[in-house]
């Protein structure tokens, strides 16, 4: 069997359970277990798979069709300019995230060496994002899952920047640290009564810890302004992640916690995705 062939039976397997993106799917397992990218791929169809990659590729295609995200079964999601180890223990990095680390660049010059606080860390993949690109600044990510931890620990590792950054197993109520200058949040903020509707891929594989918002969305994005107002130095920043309905409400929980100046930033798909806003 040829590469074009066993993408053939991948991708029918893939359409038949109903998977949106049977085609690109197929591509990607098959790219990772040949250990080729998928250019190289495409560019040579009638090369042969052999017996050992052929069973691994059906086995993770079976895995794909019960809407396991391609991210957990390959391990691995790329993410603005580097690759990150991804388990069902961390969200999967989205690009829409990379607003944040756009809105913090901009921020901050190529000479800055600011302390910057990462609440709701993950994998690690916005701090690690933004350590690369600002050598000179430092970071702290807390997590209340012990997995997530270990994982951003390793993607530091691996990316070299374990020696400006430190990771904690901490919920933010029990979290003392210095002031910062900067602190970064992708909070959980979708409602409850929400996740039983989302993507099947979501629902069922990503952690919802990372996803429940509480009742109304909000619990924890009130958790989390209420503590930066006491852990961000005076005129240092709040960059929050949000759900594209709730920018209203958090601009008044922001001034209810002496957060002004405030800036609402927009995604790839120009919904209120970000809010910038400075302690006072």
């Known amino acids: 069997m040829n590469y074009q062939e066993i993408l053939y039976q991948g991708s029918k397997i893939l359409r038949f359970n109903e998977i949106k993106s049977y085609n690109l799917d197929t591509e990607i397992l098959l790219s990772s277990i040949l250990k080729v990218d998928r250019t190289q791929l495409l560019l040579n169809l009638d090369k042969r798979v052999g017996n050992k990659e052929?069973?691994?590729?059906?086995?993770?295609?079976?895995?794909?069709?019960?809407n396991e995200p391609v991210a957990y079964i390959t391990g691995y999601k790329e993410f603005w300019k580097s690759k990150f180890k991804v388990n069902k223990n961390v969200l999967i990095p989205r690009p829409d995230t990379e607003t944040i680390i756009e809105q913090v660049l901009k921020e901050l010059d190529k000479n800055s060496s600011k302390k910057i606080l990462d609440i709701g860390t993950g994998s690690g993949c916005i701090i690690i994002s933004i350590l690369n690109e600002r050598k000179k600044c430092s970071g702290v990510g807390i997590d209340i899952s012990k997995k997530a931890v270990k994982l951003a620990k390793y993607n530091a590792k691996i990316q070299h920047i374990d020696n400006r950054i430190k990771f904690f197993n901490s919920n933010i109520d029990n979290f003392y640290g210095d002031k910062y200058d900067l602190i970064i949040s992708n909070p959980p903020y979708i409602e409850q009564y929400k996740i039983n509707g989302l993507e099947k891929d979501i629902k069922y594989h990503e952690p919802k810890v990372a996803l429940d918002g509480g009742i109304d969305g909000f619990s924890k994005i009130k958790l989390i302004i209420k503590k930066s107002s006491t852990l961000i130095k005076k005129?240092?920043?709040?960059?929050?992640?949000?759900?594209?309905?709730?920018?209203?409400?958090?601009?008044k929980i922001?001034?209810?916690?002496?957060?002004?100046?405030?800036k609402v930033i927009k995604d790839l798909a120009n919904k209120n995705r970000c809010i910038i806003s400075t302690k006072i």
């Open 235 to 251: 005129k240092g920043k709040l960059f929050l992640e949000l759900g594209i309905n709730q920018t209203r409400e958090t601009l």
């Open 54 to 66: 052929k069973k691994l590729f059906f086995k993770l295609i079976q895995r794909r069709s019960k």
């Open 254 to 262: 922001l001034n209810l916690n002496g957060f002004y100046k405030t």
